[in-house]
């Protein structure tokens, strides 16, 4: 079924891809050339972004990807979200594909050659920046610093160790396959299963959880 983004280049088409929790390792080669394209095109449009989750704490803990992580993680600010609808089609001249587009949930999903970047919008709340029910104080997005990411010099996050102990607690530096997010709820997990998986479920699911 042919999906639509409205932007101001046009009205981009897709299919949707099903990704999921546990669907594929990512390779790592691909997804370092698919990291590399993708910030031409982020640098081409002048689109502020970082590193996050999995791929933050891979690129400081580790130097380089989390060898069992699935999926590229990356945050944008709210605001910026129309930049990079207005990019697509940039992206798809590098071989990029939207899997998935959850404007609500504030997601983002690009993929070539079967694996995937996922970017986050986190939209600005008085002093706080949320992202579906994943909350941070704004001071952990707002600034960036760049840092040689297997071979390129990517944006991460200043103070980068700091917002990975919010993330993932004070043994943030200790391998944990496990490991999810510790300020990420399990409604936003639960979301994530049943919108790929049993979406007539999660539209009851979501009308109860907008009830809270």
Known sequence: MKMEIITDKGIYYYEEVKLFLGRKILDLE?????????????DMHEINYGLWFGTLL????????????EDIDI????E??????????DFEKYGFKVARYRPKEGLLSLIRDNDYIDTYFYKKILNKRKMGNNTLDA????????????GEQLPVPVNSKEVLRVLYGEDWNIPNKDGKPINTSIDRLIKDFLIDKLPFFYNIFNSVLSRK
Do not use: P, Q, W
Request: proline share 0%; hydrophobic share 35%; aromatic share 16%.
């Open 75 to 78: 945050y944008m600010h709210e």
């Open 30 to 42: 691909i997804s370092r050339k698919n990291l590399h394209d993708f910030k031409k095109v982020m």
């Open 80 to 89: 910026d979200r129309k930049k990079i609808l207005n990019a697509l089609f």
């Open 58 to 69: 891979g690129a400081i803990r580790e130097g380089g990807f989390i060898s069992y992580d």
């Open 139 to 150: 001071k952990y997005l707002e600034y960036t610093e760049n840092l040689d990411f297997l």
